[in-house]
């Protein structure tokens, strides 16, 4: 019972922490308080680096919700807010960066990656399969020779002692 | 041939190896500032002393550090007295007072003396916003077009300065005495 009372009491202490990012803002419309939401969860916080401006608490993160509130209600597109903080803070803070050059191995990296063993699973299985199905079934001259010699040995069992044919 | 694809995965494998090892020793909280070799931004804000309303303008003319610093940055007291001393050296400082009380700043240059030539005072951090400011100190490099020609992040201390920002500031004198 008290381990239950205990952990309640934690718990609702920690309410208050999960909730203590969030700002009252008095939105125009549904669609813009889902593009401020869209917004912060994909800017990345400079100061806290793991969150994004959103789950932060960081005087820093609260300032650029502020900011972006405000660019919303300038009108501002979404992609004129991202650039605004690209502008100030880099490519940095982007959760999902641009497609440049610079970011291809970061975009298309792990696909590649992936491409690439699919690949080679193929090409060994390939491979393998051929030396099952299709062992090498042409013979050399002396080869050749030395089957004769066998047959005809065991056509005629005893003009040819068959250990002697192994050299 | 065969021999050398049994490497392969080898290879591979130390790449990878090279690049984690690298990361160890990289510092995550270091950005690179996106405002290299872009003009301070433009901005209209009162001094922190007096009633002068300062711009962009007011620091043309000479290379100089700027400075962004708040009573309430802890850092910023172990920085201050190294920016004492650049500034008895003849190096320019100049102040952006981020998102502080005046009143707490002005307190603050009385007691521990004032290195800034000039002291901006960005209540609001509207300023320290255009320059891409996370935190205090952060300090520019300015050249003597206003140009940004470098960021640093954190406490300037004496070796900071020796190692990273004198020859990078001394660059600039000389650039702007060409």
Known sequence: MKRWLAALALGLSLVGVAQAAIDTYEFANEAERERFRELTLELRCPKCQNQDIADSNAPIAADLRKEIFRMLGEGKSNEQIVDFMVDRYGEFVRYKPAVTARTWLLWFGPAAALGTGFLVMVVIGVRRRKTVAGPDTTLSGDEQARLDALLSAEQNPNSVPADKLSQ | MKRALLLLPLAVFLVGAVFLYRGLFLDPSELPSALIGKPVP?????????????????????????????????????????????????????????????????????????????????????????????????????????????????????????????????????????
Do not use: M
């Not at chain 2, 290379?63 to 500034?87: D, G, M």
């Open chain 2, 42 to 178: 433009e901005f209209s804000l009162p001094a922190v002393e007096g009633h002068k309303t300062l711009t962009r303008a007011d620091l043309l003319g000479k290379p100089a550090l700027l400075n962004v610093w708040a009573t309430w940055c802890i850092s910023c007291r172990v920085e201050h007295p190294v920016l004492n001393k650049l500034a008895q050296q003849g190096v320019r400082v100049y102040g952006v007072n981020y998102k502080d009380e005046n009143a707490a700043a002005l307190k603050w240059l009385k007691e521990f003396h004032n290195p800034y030539q000039l002291n901006i005072n960005d209540a609001e951090g509207s300023l320290g916003l255009n320059l891409g400011v996370y935190g205090a100190p952060e300090t520019f490099l300015i050249d003597s077009k206003g140009i940004i020609r470098h960021k640093f992040v954190g406490v300037i201390d004496e070796v900071v300065w020796r190692e990273q920002l004198a020859g990078l500031y001394q660059a600039l004198v000389d650039e702007a005495a060409q």
